[in-house]
Antibody, heavy 123, light 105 residues
Framework: QVQLVESGGGVVQPGGSLRLSCAASGFTFSRYGMHWVRQAPGKGLEWVAFVQPDGRDTNYVESVKGRFTISRDNSKKSLYLQMNSLRNEDTAVYFC????????????????WGQGTLVTVSS | VLTQSPATLSLSPGESATLSCRASQSISRYLAWYQQKPGQAPRLLIYEASNRATGIPARFSGSVSGTDFTLTISSLDPEDFGVFYCQQRSTWPLSFGQGTRLEIK
């Protein structure tokens, strides 16, 4: 079955960096677009970033552009989120999510999710 | 912008729930619904306004009229509680509504 397992969360000071990882199994990782979605404590969901199946194209929410970088290694079936210049408002549970694949093209919906990893930005 | 209503819904098992998501501009049918229970990741229920995701019971249905989207849960089961989010994929950035909390009495 599809499994997504995030890691790399923790406590970091404002201005610091963190790299999240997501290990995928149970499906052909290289066929699927992948996303990061976050949820601040007690708040709603916010989409953060997307990467195409081949890793060549990415999209970001405006608030993280220039600070976060999404990437993937299809040989390792892994998704990454490099987070630099972290701010207090980046504090959240970060979920990796698989894009829904219907006709060999991304649909930009999220059909499988990991359990999330908590990132806390605090001095 | 996606605006969900009501903020909270409290219903009994066997009743029907109607959740609304209104888009501030046309997004065609490019909307999905998710259910999230406490401490869990969200689960995809409906995509493209009215298509049930794999494994989702038939009591969950979605519809659209213009920019007004509706998630209907017929004959509520005690397990149907949680926060429900709508999400649009019409334009970047992808975005969610603020959520509707469904409580089962």
């Amino acid at each position: 079955q599809v499994q997504l397992v995030e890691s790399g969360g923790g406590v970091v000071q404002p201005g610091g960096s963190l790299r999240l990882s997501c290990a995928a199994s149970g499906f052909t990782f290289s066929r699927y677009g992948m996303h990061w979605v976050r949820q601040a404590p007690g708040k709603g969901l916010e989409w953060v970033a997307f990467v195409q199946p081949d890793g060549r194209d990415t999209n970001y929410v405006e608030s993280v552009k220039g600070r976060f970088t999404i990437s993937r290694d299809n040989s390792k079936k892994s998704l990454y989120l490099q987070m630099n210049s972290l701010r207090n408002e980046d504090t959240a549970v970060y979920f990796c999510a698989r894009d829904l694949l219907l006709w060999e093209l991304p649909e930009y919906y999220f059909d499988s999710w990991g359990q999330g990893t908590l990132v806390t930005v605090s001095s | 912008v996606l605006t969900q209503s009501p903020a909270t819904l409290s219903l009994s098992p066997g009743e029907s729930a109607t959740l609304s998501c209104r888009a501030s501009q046309s997004i065609s049918r490019y909307l999905a619904w998710y259910q999230q229970k406490p401490g869990q990741a969200p689960r995809l229920l409906i995509y493209e306004a009215s298509n049930r995701a794999t494994g989702i019971p038939a009591r969950f249905s979605g519809s659209v009229s213009g920019t007004d989207f509706t998630l209907t849960i017929s004959s509520l089961d005690p397990e149907d509680f949680g926060v429900f989010y709508c999400q649009q994929r019409s334009t970047w950035p992808l975005s969610f509504g603020q959520g509707t909390r469904l409580e089962i009495k």
